[in-house]
């Protein structure tokens, strides 16, 4: 779904990734681990285009992801952060169904033009499946969203706002506002760095049950014990390079790299 090929980037002087090459496949739970400033964060980034990249090239399902159009990319390739980002003056209802309305209009649009170009269309299976109209838009990704909110618990809280929210609950309403626009793939930037201890089990099982469910991710996690637990292929970063790539079972058990043993032993 995703192929990396030779990424390099730099910021100013300073070469954060020497050349990462990479392949997310349907399906993969791939956890990116190594100490930090090893340009984990910053590869997820450069996937999502948050942050552009000096060399190489980034292909989804086999196109380059800087010819193709940024939010529909967005829409496919979610990204989950550190600290929420959820929107402050909106209720958790309107961050969840802020994207789908917004992609709802690029649809409709796309029908009406569709259509004025070649009516005949009308019968189209894909043509019939974009909306018409944004009432049903709205009426939809409100469905969608209390759906979410109730798979993760939190339906009591969709006219509040996210100053109420204590951090663990606002991390799996951004984890909900991810997964309400049906990515294909979601990237997990540290989701429970910024949380206190006791909320982040509550966080590790929303992302636990989305692997559960099929969804493709990539995860920077300090996590070890939800790495080995969730991932099908770990990779190991250090100073801008992937040092070593293998199943949770060969990456804890049986490291090969120096540089990997003296992590898991500092993370003991």
Do not use: W
């Given at each position: 779904?995703?192929?990396?090929?030779?990424?390099?980037?730099?910021?100013?002087?300073?070469?954060?990734?020497?050349?990462?090459?990479?392949?997310?496949?349907?399906?993969?739970?791939?956890?990116?681990?190594?100490?930090?400033?090893?340009?984990?964060?910053?590869?997820?980034?450069?996937?999502?285009?948050?942050?552009?990249y000096d060399g190489g090239e980034i292909l989804y399902n086999g196109q380059d992801v800087t010819k193709l159009?940024?939010?529909?990319?967005?829409?496919?390739?979610?990204?989950?952060?550190?600290?929420?980002?959820?929107?402050?003056?909106?209720?958790?209802l309107q961050n969840i169904m802020f994207a789908p309305i917004f992609y709802g209009k690029k649809?409709?649009?796309?029908?009406?033009?569709?259509?004025?170009?070649?009516?005949?269309?009308?019968?189209?299976?894909?043509?019939?499946?974009?909306?018409?109209?944004?009432?049903?838009?709205k009426e939809n990704a409100k469905i969608r969203a209390m759906e979410l909110l109730e798979k993760v618990g939190l339906s009591e809280k969709a006219n509040e706002y996210p100053s109420t929210l204590s951090g663990g609950q606002q991390q799996r309403i951004a984890i909900v506002r991810a997964v309400a626009n049906n990515p294909e793939v979601l990237l997990f930037d540290e989701p429970t760095?910024?949380?206190?201890?006791?909320?982040?089990?509550?966080?590790?099982?929303?992302?636990?049950?989305?692997?559960?469910?099929?969804m493709t991710m990539v995860i920077v996690t300090?996590?070890?014990k939800f790495a080995k637990n969730i991932a099908s292929k770990i990779v190991f970063l250090n100073e801008g390079d992937i040092l070593e790539v293998g199943t949770p079972d060969e990456i804890f058990n049986h490291p090969k790299h120096p540089r990997l043993l003296e992590f898991l032993e500092k993370t003991k």
């Open positions: 779904m995703i192929e990396i090929n030779n990424l390099s980037k730099s910021f100013g002087s300073k070469k954060v990734l020497n050349g990462i090459s990479l392949n997310v496949e349907k399906g993969d739970k791939i956890v990116l681990l190594g100490p930090s400033g090893s340009g984990k964060s910053t590869l997820l980034r450069c996937i999502n285009l948050l942050n552009d159009d940024v939010n529909l990319y967005r829409q496919k390739v979610g990204m989950v952060f550190q600290h929420f980002n959820l929107f402050k003056h909106m209720t958790v649809q409709i649009k796309e029908k009406k033009k569709l259509l004025k170009q070649n009516p005949e269309l009308i019968n189209d299976e894909y043509v019939k499946s974009l909306p018409d109209n944004l009432a049903q838009v760095s910024a949380l206190d201890i006791e909320m982040i089990q509550e966080v590790l099982e929303v992302i636990e049950q989305l692997a559960n469910e099929g300090h996590e070890l």
